[in-house]
């Protein structure tokens, strides 16, 4: 069946450094992905979207890249700082009627002093 | 302005057992999504209620069933608990025609 999906479910990087989360999807007719961010005992948050006219999209220390030839998504996080350890999920929507969305399993990501 | 509100934020109950968790909106947003977290699965969608209506259904058992009342809020239901249902479920509330949702902090629902 459809899915998205996350290469890797861990990731560790030094404060300051750049982080870079990803995401494979598997319904090429999608057109619409979201990225949000779950801290510790707190629902998801939206950070960014982006849909299938686009490969780049920047907001606040954040850019979202997509390429439609290998259906991948990326999340790329600028100077990470100890705030944006959490966990980050993307999320590709089915259809244009309505929410519905798939998530992937999450990556969670630990910024190290 | 107020943001997503889930009740209670803590539930313990035992097979068998039904359950009912709340959902209040962002005031003004008239769709309400439900979902399931657990660590095996992760974020699974339950279903979307608009104008009272179930507008869109994810793959679960007729035990999950929900409604919307005319002020947006939602309830879930869950029937004839089992070991199974015990996760974070989680309220998402959207504008409509607006694709970015606005979680709650969940319900977690532990079941014995």
């Known amino acids: 069946g459809e899915s998205v999906g996350l290469h890797l479910p861990t990731l560790s990087v030094q404060e300051g450094d750049n982080s870079i989360i990803n995401c494979a999807y598997s319904?090429?007719?999608?057109?619409?992905f979201i990225w949000y961010k779950q801290e510790s005992g707190k629902g998801p948050q939206f950070i960014i979207d982006?849909?299938?006219?686009?490969d780049k999209r920047q907001g606040q220390r954040v850019t979202v890249l997509l390429n439609k030839t290998v259906k991948h998504l990326s999340l790329q996080i600028a100077a990470t700082q100890p705030g944006d350890s959490a966990v980050y999920f993307c999320?590709?929507?089915?259809?244009?009627?309505?929410?519905?969305?798939?998530f992937g399993p999450g990556t969670r990501l630990s910024v190290l002093p | 302005k107020a943001g997503v509100t889930q009740t209670p934020r803590y539930l313990i109950k035992t097979r068998g057992q039904q359950v009912t968790l709340s959902c209040s909106p962002i005031?003004?947003?008239?769709?309400v999504s439900w979902y399931q977290q657990t660590p095996g699965q992760g974020l699974q969608f339950l279903f979307e209620?608009?104008?009272?209506?179930?507008?869109n259904k994810g793959n679960f058992p007729g035990r999950f069933s929900g409604r919307q009342f005319s002020n947006s809020r939602s309830e879930m239901n869950v029937s004839t608990l089992e070991l199974g249902d015990s996760a974070l479920y989680l309220c998402?509330?959207?504008?409509?025609?607006?694709?970015?949702?606005?979680f709650g902090a969940g319900t977690r629902l532990s079941v014995l």
């Open positions: 319904n090429s007719a999608s057109d619409y």
């Open positions: 982006i849909r299938s006219n686009m």
């Open positions: 998402a509330s959207s504008w409509d025609g607006k694709n970015i949702q606005y």
């Open positions: 209620y608009f104008s009272e209506t179930q507008r």
């Open positions: 005031s003004g947003h008239r769709s």
């Open positions: 999320a590709e929507k089915r259809d244009n009627y309505g929410q519905n969305f798939v």
